[in-house]
C-alpha cells in the first residue's frame, strides 16, 4: 500500500461499478500474464521501495539514538526477542505476557465496536430511510461527533463505577458516529435505478430491504466498520493508560513508570501492526461486497 | 376504438436548478388493448420521461393516465419496464434477477419449482441459458439488456413499457430478438409501448408509431398507423412499398423536425 492510497481510505467507496468499461478496466491487467524475466522485474521493483524506506528509516532511529538516550534498533531488537520468546506469560493482574496485553485489547475493542454496530448499523438505516429521522438526529449528532472519545471515560466511570466498563462504553461511544453516518450515506446513496426496480416490483418491505436497500448499502456499512475499528483501536490505547488494568494501553504506561523505553517502542510497534491487520481483514472482507 | 391505456392532455415540468423545465406538453395518447405501440423521437426530447409517467414511476405534472379505466397512481408489476439502462441488480446472478420478479409476481400461488422453471423459460426464450448463474459484470451489455427483457417479460405484464430494449446488440441478436419479441406479445396479446431510435425496427414491429417532437415541450407531432398484415417477415417486407413508405414517412419527420430546428 502507499501513503497515497493510504490517505484515500477517508473516502467513501466508489458507487457500485454498474459500467462495464470500468469494470473491464479494473481486470484488464489481472488477464496479462508477463514472462517470468518480467515478473521478476515486476517483482523487484515492488519490494524494493518500501524495504529501501524501512532501511532509511531504521537508519535514521539508529543514529538519532546514538546522539541522545533512545535505544537503538539493536537494543530495541534485543529486547523485542525477549518479550515475544513468553507473550503468554501470567505473573499476577500486573504483570503479564504482551499476547495477553494484547489479547485484553483487542476483546474490549471487539465487545465496544460489537455493540456500537448493533446499535449503530440499523440507527443508520433508519436515518438514512426515514428523512424525518434524519433531521431529528442531525443536531445531536453533529454537537456529540467531534468531542473526543475520551472526554466520555468519566461519565462512563461514573455510570459504571469499574474501569473495565467504562473502557468499553469510550469504545462504543467512539466507534458508533462513524457506522452511523456511512450507513445512512449508503442508503440515501441508493441508485434510483435499483430503487425503481423495487418499486415496479411493488416489493413487500422485507424483500426490498433484503434484495435492494442492504445489498447496495453494504459496501457503505463496511466502510463505517472500518474507520469505526481503526478508531476504537486508536482510543483503546489512550483510555488503558487512563484506566489501568491489562491491555496494550496500560502496558505501555506501566513500562514508561519502569522507564523502560525499549519497551514503549515495541509496544508502538505492536499496536501499529495489530491496528494494521485489523484493517486489511476489513479490506479483505469489503472485497467481497464490491459488485 | 376501445382504449386501455389513456394518456389525457399530459404536461411534465421538472423543477431543476436553472428553473422550471418543461418537458412535456400536451400530450394526448389512446391505446387498445394489445397493441404494439412506437415512440420515436430525437434523444431528450422526452420519450423516457412520458414511458416513466405510463410505469407510474414519476407523477405528471398536469394531465391523467388511465390504465384500463383507473388512474395510474404509482408502479406495480401489471406494468413491466425494461429499463433504458438495464437496472440488473449487480448483487444477483441473471437467474437471481429474473426469479425475483417472478417470485413477486406468481410467488402467491405457484411452488418452488414452478418459479424456477417459469425463470429458467424466459432466459432461454432470450437464448441465456448459459450465463445463467453469471452476474451483471461478467456479461456483456447486450446480455444485460436480454436478461431486462427476459425479467420484464416472466411478469406476463398487461402493459410491456420497452425504453429502447435492443439499442445495445449486435444487428443479428437484435434481429432475432425483434422477432422473438413480436412473436411474444402477439401470443400473449400483451400491450407494449417501445422507445425506439431505429425506423425500421418501429415499422416492423408496431401497430402505431407515434413521433414526438423536439423539446423543450415536446408533444406528438405525428401519429402513424402502419397497415401491414401480420405476422410480419422481416425479408418479405424489405421490398414491400407499403413498408417502404411508412419507413420514409417515419424518416421524413424526423429530418424535418431536425431542419427546423435548426434553421
Ligand atoms: N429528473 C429530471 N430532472 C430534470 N430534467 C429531466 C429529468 N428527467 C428528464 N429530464 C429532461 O427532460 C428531457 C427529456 O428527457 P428523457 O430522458 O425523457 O429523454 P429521451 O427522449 O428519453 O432521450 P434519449 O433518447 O436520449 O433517452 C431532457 O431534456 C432531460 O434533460
Ligand atoms: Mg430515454
Given at each position: 500500500m502507499s501513503v497515497v492510497q493510504m490517505a484515500k481510505i477517508k473516502t467513501p467507496p466508489?458507487?457500485?461499478?454498474?459500467?462495464a468499461g470500468a469494470v473491464a478496466a479494473v481486470r484488464a491487467p489481472v488477464s496479462a500474464v508477463p514472462p517470468a524475466r518480467d515478473t521478476v522485474r515486476k517483482f523487484l521493483q515492488w519490494i524494493l521501495p518500501p524495504v529501501l524506506g524501512m532501511a532509511v528509516f531504521v537508519a535514521i532511529w539508529a543514529m538519532v539514538a546514538a546522539v541522545s538516550d533512545l535505544p537503538g534498533p539493536v537494543k530495541t531488537f534485543d529486547t523485542a526477542v525477549q518479550v515475544f520468546s513468553?507473550?503468554?506469560?501470567?505473573?499476577?493482574p500486573n504483570d503479564q505476557g504482551i499476547g495477553w496485553n494484547v489479547l485484553m485489547s483487542l476483546s474490549r475493542v471487539g465487545i465496544g465496536f460489537g455493540m456500537a454496530a448493533l446499535v449503530g448499523i440499523p440507527l443508520g438505516f433508519l436515518i438514512g430511510y426515514f428523512g424525518f429521522l434524519n433531521r431529528a438526529m442531525a443536531p445531536i449528532i453533529s454537537v456529540l461527533?467531534?468531542?473526543?472519545?475520551?472526554?466520555?471515560l468519566p461519565i462512563g466511570l461514573y455510570i459504571f463505577k469499574q474501569a473495565q466498563p467504562a473502557a468499553i462504553w469510550v469504545i462504543f461511544i467512539s466507534s458508533l458516529w462513524p457506522m452511523v453516518l456511512n450507513t445512512a450515506a449508503g442508503v440515501t446513496q441508493i441508485p434510483q435505478d435499483y430503487r425503481n426496480v423495487g418499486r415496479v416490483l411493488n416489493l413487500s418491505p422485507w424483500k426490498l430491504f433484503s434484495r435492494i436497500l442492504f445489498p447496495s448499502v453494504v459496501p457503505y456499512v463496511l466502510t463505517g466498520v472500518r474507520l469505526s475499528v481503526g478508531v476504537a483501536w486508536l482510543v483503546i490505547v489512550a483510555a488503558e493508560m487512563l484506566t489501568?488494568?491489562?491491555?496494550i494501553g496500560f502496558w505501555v504506561w506501566d513500562q514508561w513508570n519502569n522507564l523502560s523505553v525499549q519497551h514503549i517502542i515495541i509496544a508502538i510497534f505492536v499496536v501499529g501492526v495489530v491496528g494494521l491487520l485489523l484493517e486489511q481483514a476489513i479490506l479483505l472482507m469489503a472485497r467481497r461486497f464490491h459488485y | 376504438m376501445e382504449k386501455f391505456v389513456q394518456v389525457e392532455n399530459v404536461q411534465m415540468v421538472f423543477n431543476t436548478r436553472s428553473g422550471r423545465f418543461?418537458?412535456?406538453?400536451?400530450v394526448n395518447l389512446n391505446i387498445r388493448q394489445g397493441e404494439f405501440v412506437s415512440i420515436i423521437g430525437?434523444?431528450?426530447?422526452?420519450k423516457s420521461t412520458l414511458l416513466n409517467l405510463v410505469a407510474g414511476l414519476t407523477e405528471a405534472t398536469s394531465g391523467v393516465l388511465l390504465l384500463g379505466g383507473r388512474e395510474i397512481a404509482g408502479p406495480g408489476p401489471d406494468r413491466a419496464v425494461v429499463f433504458q439502462n438495464h437496472s440488473?441488480?449487480?448483487?444477483?446472478?441473471c437467474f437471481g434477477n429474473v426469479y425475483l420478479a417472478v417470485e413477486r409476481v406468481f410467488g402467491r400461488d405457484e411452488g418452488r419449482a414452478t418459479l424456477r422453471k417459469r425463470t429458467e423459460d424466459a432466459l432461454a426464450l432470450v437464448g441465456l441459458s448459459h450465463a445463467m448463474?453469471?452476474?451483471?459484470?461478467?456479461?456483456?451489455g447486450g446480455m444485460k439488456q436480454r436478461v431486462g427483457i427476459a425479467r420484464a417479460l416472466a411478469m406476463q405484464p398487461k402493459v410491456l413499457l420497452l425504453d429502447?430494449?435492443?439499442?445495445?446488440?449486435?444487428a443479428l441478436t437484435r434481429a432475432n430478438l425483434q422477432e422473438e419479441l413480436m412473436r411474444l406479445v402477439a401470443g400473449a396479446g400483451t400491450t407494449t409501448i417501445m422507445v425506439t431510435h431505429d425506423v425500421d425496427e418501429a415499422v416492423l414491429l408496431s401497430d402505431r408509431i407515434v413521433m414526438m417532437t423536439n423539446g423543450?415541450?415536446?408533444?406528438?407531432g405525428k401519429i402513424l398507423d402502419v397497415k401491414l398484415p401480420r405476422p410480419r417477415r422481416r425479408l418479405d417486407l424489405t421490398d414491400d412499398p407499403a413498408y417502404n413508405r411508412c419507413r420514409s414517412e417515419v424518416l421524413k419527420f424526423l429530418y424535418e423536425r431536425q431542419h427546423k430546428d435548426a434553421a
Amino acid at each position: 500500500m502507499s501513503v497515497v492510497q493510504m490517505a484515500k481510505i477517508k473516502t467513501p467507496p466508489p458507487a457500485p461499478v454498474t459500467d462495464a468499461g470500468a469494470v473491464a478496466a479494473v481486470r484488464a491487467p489481472v488477464s496479462a500474464v508477463p514472462p517470468a524475466r518480467d515478473t521478476v522485474r515486476k517483482f523487484l521493483q515492488w519490494i524494493l521501495p518500501p524495504v529501501l524506506g524501512m532501511a532509511v528509516f531504521v537508519a535514521i532511529w539508529a543514529m538519532v539514538a546514538a546522539v541522545s538516550d533512545l535505544p537503538g534498533p539493536v537494543k530495541t531488537f534485543d529486547t523485542a526477542v525477549q518479550v515475544f520468546s513468553d507473550p503468554f506469560y501470567d505473573k499476577g493482574p500486573n504483570d503479564q505476557g504482551i499476547g495477553w496485553n494484547v489479547l485484553m485489547s483487542l476483546s474490549r475493542v471487539g465487545i465496544g465496536f460489537g455493540m456500537a454496530a448493533l446499535v449503530g448499523i440499523p440507527l443508520g438505516f433508519l436515518i438514512g430511510y426515514f428523512g424525518f429521522l434524519n433531521r431529528a438526529m442531525a443536531p445531536i449528532i453533529s454537537v456529540l461527533r467531534p468531542v473526543s472519545p475520551l472526554a466520555w471515560l468519566p461519565i462512563g466511570l461514573y455510570i459504571f463505577k469499574q474501569a473495565q466498563p467504562a473502557a468499553i462504553w469510550v469504545i462504543f461511544i467512539s466507534s458508533l458516529w462513524p457506522m452511523v453516518l456511512n450507513t445512512a450515506a449508503g442508503v440515501t446513496q441508493i441508485p434510483q435505478d435499483y430503487r425503481n426496480v423495487g418499486r415496479v416490483l411493488n416489493l413487500s418491505p422485507w424483500k426490498l430491504f433484503s434484495r435492494i436497500l442492504f445489498p447496495s448499502v453494504v459496501p457503505y456499512v463496511l466502510t463505517g466498520v472500518r474507520l469505526s475499528v481503526g478508531v476504537a483501536w486508536l482510543v483503546i490505547v489512550a483510555a488503558e493508560m487512563l484506566t489501568g488494568g491489562v491491555g496494550i494501553g496500560f502496558w505501555v504506561w506501566d513500562q514508561w513508570n519502569n522507564l523502560s523505553v525499549q519497551h514503549i517502542i515495541i509496544a508502538i510497534f505492536v499496536v501499529g501492526v495489530v491496528g494494521l491487520l485489523l484493517e486489511q481483514a476489513i479490506l479483505l472482507m469489503a472485497r467481497r461486497f464490491h459488485y | 376504438m376501445e382504449k386501455f391505456v389513456q394518456v389525457e392532455n399530459v404536461q411534465m415540468v421538472f423543477n431543476t436548478r436553472s428553473g422550471r423545465f418543461v418537458a412535456l406538453q400536451d400530450v394526448n395518447l389512446n391505446i387498445r388493448q394489445g397493441e404494439f405501440v412506437s415512440i420515436i423521437g430525437h434523444s431528450g426530447c422526452g420519450k423516457s420521461t412520458l414511458l416513466n409517467l405510463v410505469a407510474g414511476l414519476t407523477e405528471a405534472t398536469s394531465g391523467v393516465l388511465l390504465l384500463g379505466g383507473r388512474e395510474i397512481a404509482g408502479p406495480g408489476p401489471d406494468r413491466a419496464v425494461v429499463f433504458q439502462n438495464h437496472s440488473l441488480l449487480p448483487w444477483l446472478t441473471c437467474f437471481g434477477n429474473v426469479y425475483l420478479a417472478v417470485e413477486r409476481v406468481f410467488g402467491r400461488d405457484e411452488g418452488r419449482a414452478t418459479l424456477r422453471k417459469r425463470t429458467e423459460d424466459a432466459l432461454a426464450l432470450v437464448g441465456l441459458s448459459h450465463a445463467m448463474h453469471k452476474y451483471p459484470h461478467e456479461i456483456s451489455g447486450g446480455m444485460k439488456q436480454r436478461v431486462g427483457i427476459a425479467r420484464a417479460l416472466a411478469m406476463q405484464p398487461k402493459v410491456l413499457l420497452l425504453d429502447e430494449p435492443l439499442g445495445a446488440l449486435d444487428a443479428l441478436t437484435r434481429a432475432n430478438l425483434q422477432e422473438e419479441l413480436m412473436r411474444l406479445v402477439a401470443g400473449a396479446g400483451t400491450t407494449t409501448i417501445m422507445v425506439t431510435h431505429d425506423v425500421d425496427e418501429a415499422v416492423l414491429l408496431s401497430d402505431r408509431i407515434v413521433m414526438m417532437t423536439n423539446g423543450p415541450a415536446a408533444t406528438i407531432g405525428k401519429i402513424l398507423d402502419v397497415k401491414l398484415p401480420r405476422p410480419r417477415r422481416r425479408l418479405d417486407l424489405t421490398d414491400d412499398p407499403a413498408y417502404n413508405r411508412c419507413r420514409s414517412e417515419v424518416l421524413k419527420f424526423l429530418y424535418e423536425r431536425q431542419h427546423k430546428d435548426a434553421a
